[in-house]
């Protein structure tokens, strides 16, 4: 069984998300400006969000993947969001995701968690590479891919039929970016 180290960032604390989060995932997942494009614009139930915090966990101990908590360093109450990697339908190949809540939208802590994550990713999990998905009209969470060096890929349909943008990042790609 693994575990997901805790990680930082200058101005974000990554903690493992734990089974206790559920009310604090589910809060943050039904916000609509989170909601809109993560969840297809649905209210997840509880049991819904149940079942993303038990598939992080299930991640993380097969695969050293999951999702952490984000919190201001020495605000651990204080979540203002999640990040991590997800499975998907590839196998080895897990997909980045971001929520945060949204007073702290718009200021670069996208981005620099998912930075995190994927030097973890790259570097503890040695993966080759990584997947990013959105819908078309998230502007916001393209332009995240974009700084973070994402190339993209053709567009497939997501789970809710719904055409997606999508994208990877490769570790060579990764660590040319790191060095330049």
């Known amino acids: 069984m693994r575990s997901l180290p805790e990680l930082r960032t ?3 604390a990554l903690r493992p998300l734990r089974a206790d989060d559920l009310d604090t995932v589910h809060a943050l997942l039904v916000l609509p400006d989170v909601r809109r ?29 999951g999702l952490w908590v984000l919190s201001p360093p020495g605000h ?3 979540v203002i969001g999640l990040c991590g990697l997800r499975s998907t339908d590839q196998a080895g190949t897990p997909e980045i995701l ?7 939208m718009g200021r670069g802590f996208a981005t620099e968690a998912a930075r995190a994550v994927l030097r973890d990713a790259f570097t503890r999990l040695g993966l080759a590479r990584v ?9 916001d969470s393209r332009r995240v891919m974009d700084r973070l060096g ?24 990764w660590r040319r970016t790191q060095h330049a």
Not at 46 to 64: F, K, S, Y
């Open 76 to 78: 651990d109450d204080e």
């Open 37 to 65: 494009y993560l969840c297809d614009d649905r209210v997840l139930t509880r049991d819904e969000c149940a079942a993303i915090v038990q598939g992080a966990l299930d991640d993380a101990a097969a695969h050293g993947w």
């Open 131 to 139: 997947l990013g998905m959105t819908d078309p009209p998230n502007l």
């Open 98 to 104: 971001y929520a945060l809540h949204p007073s702290k």
């Open 10 to 12: 200058a101005r974000l």
């Open 150 to 173: 994402f190339s993209p890929l053709p567009p497939r349909m997501g789970p809710a039929g719904t055409p997606q943008v999508c994208a990877e990042l490769t570790a060579e790609s």
